[in-house]
């Protein structure tokens, strides 16, 4: 099974966040393509059809990678390679 690189899985959910904040301020028209687009790439990314879901999935996956991360040989200072994500 893929899994969606964690960084551009943080990239979209801060732009939807940023889009979602200016929708509140009253920028709707402004943003609402915007939000569309980047709505459409993380559900797409995170392979559901909702938003709800797209942000709840790609929530686990950042803090799974943050986990593996934690638990990395390079963490530990102790070098090599790893294939974790």
């Known amino acids: 099974m893929l899994v969606p690189d964690p960084k551009v899985v943080r990239q979209l959910l801060t732009r939807y966040a940023t889009l979602r904040i200016a929708q509140a301020e009253g920028r709707a028209a402004a943003v609402a393509g915007e ?17 709800h879901d797209a942000v709840a999935r790609a929530d686990d996956l950042l803090a799974r990678a943050r986990t593996d991360l934690r638990r990395s040989p390079e963490a530990d200072g102790e070098g090599g390679l790893s294939l974790a994500v």
């Open 35 to 51: 939000l569309a687009d980047v709505t459409r790439g993380l559900c797409a990314t995170m392979g559901t059809t909702s938003i």
